[in-house]
């Protein structure tokens, strides 16, 4: 089993990425910048089959605004932290859905 590690733009990974290769077993995302614009970015994941049903994927984003916002049904306009984690929530789920898997918690065993 080999380790493959990428440093860089993930929209450049995502857009030259070759055709067939499989998906990961390990992603993390590290955006540091404001998340309404990284939102594709997390669509395209799911999209171009970097994710399987195994994958674990650990995302970490900025919950500052930038315009224009994503525009969910009843989201009021102003921007704060919730809305930043429900729409990456949202984002998360519907991208998973779309494309036939679940998005499960890794919660501890105690919890269950």
């Known amino acids: 089993m080999g380790v493959n590690a990428y440093a860089g733009r993930i ?3 995502i857009a030259t990425r070759p055709a067939g290769h499989p998906p990961y077993d390990v992603i993390f995302l590290d955006l540091t910048s404001s998340l309404p614009p990284l939102l594709s970015t997390i669509r395209a994941l799911f999209k171009n ?3 399987s049903s195994d994958t674990v994927l650990a995302v970490t984003t900025s919950t500052r605004a930038s315009r224009p916002l994503p525009q969910f049904k009843g989201m009021p306009e102003d921007w704060s932290r919730a809305h930043a984690a429900y729409t990456l929530f949202s984002t998360l789920i519907t991208a998973a859905e779309s494309h036939g898997y679940t998005i499960k918690p890794a919660l501890p065993r105690y919890v269950h």
């Open 49 to 51: 089959h970097l994710i």
């Open 11 to 13: 929209q450049d990974f």
